[in-house]
């Protein structure tokens, strides 16, 4: 089993749909992090977050720690928010390490 | 922001030869540097994480002497991949923790596309 769960896997969207994506982990954390790969496979850090809720443009992403859970909402979508997103997770057990979630696809329709 | 460079970002080389790929932080330090292989539709897989000044710590079943790394200086490693074979084809991306600052993050390279032929 994964340190870190996300779903859906893939997602497909008509342009201005509300968009969740899913996240869950298993292991203490010091910071769960949201991050976007596009095709060209560059991966951008979007999120940092360890309690609460943040906010940047369209994006809003939560996390309850009790429940050791995230999400991802993207407002009033776009075909350029199409990409994969990952939820990856830093634990202050393993030192560095990082455990990253297989990520979820989504493709916003014009 | 913090920018990570990589390169090169495509290599395509014969079965036998050496490839080498390199991690720059460009406008910060970073004591660590972590490499990740990434197959198609599949999560990052950590490789092994580099230590400015001194050897590198690799993951179970990464092969040290075939993955060679080396990190220079606070803002340079680098990955060899040694007597390269077809199966070594993979997406290649790196990843640097900032020593001061935002230093809970990580900031990536574009990554890297090999195909041994």
């Known amino acids: 089993k994964n340190e870190v769960e996300q779903s859906p896997q893939n997602l497909t969207a008509q342009e201005g749909e509300f968009i969740t994506i899913n996240c869950s982990y298993s292991?203490?954390?010091?910071?769960l992090h949201w991050l976007q790969q596009h095709p060209g496979g560059g991966i951008v850090s979007l999120f940092m977050?360890?309690?609460g809720k943040k906010k940047h443009g369209r994006l809003i992403a939560t996390i309850n720690i009790q429940e050791k859970h995230s999400s991802l909402h993207i407002t009033a979508s776009h075909p350029r928010d199409s990409a994969v997103y990952i939820c990856?997770?830093?634990?202050?057990?393993?030192?560095?390490?990082?455990?990253f979630g297989t990520g979820t696809s989504l493709t916003v329709i014009p | 922001g913090a920018v990570v460079s990589q390169h090169p970002s495509r290599v395509i080389c014969k079965s036998g030869t050496s490839v080498k790929i390199e991690c720059r932080s460009l406008d910060f330090q970073a004591t660590t540097m972590f490499w990740y292989r990434q197959f198609p539709k599949q999560s990052l897989m950590l490789m092994a994480t580099?230590?400015?000044?001194?050897?590198?710590?690799?993951e179970q079943g990464v092969e040290k002497d075939k993955f060679l790394i080396n990190h220079a200086s606070l803002t340079l490693s680098t990955l060899t991949v040694t007597s390269a074979h077809p199966e070594d084809s993979s997406f290649y991306i790196c990843a640097a923790k900032p020593i001061r600052g935002e230093n809970e993050k990580l900031f990536f390279g574009s990554g890297t596309q090999l195909s041994v032929l």
């Open positions: 990856a997770v830093s634990s202050p057990f393993t030192g560095n390490q990082f455990y």
């Open positions: 292991v203490g954390i010091s910071a």
């Open positions: 977050l360890s309690s």
């Open positions: 580099s230590n400015e000044g001194s050897k590198a710590t690799y």
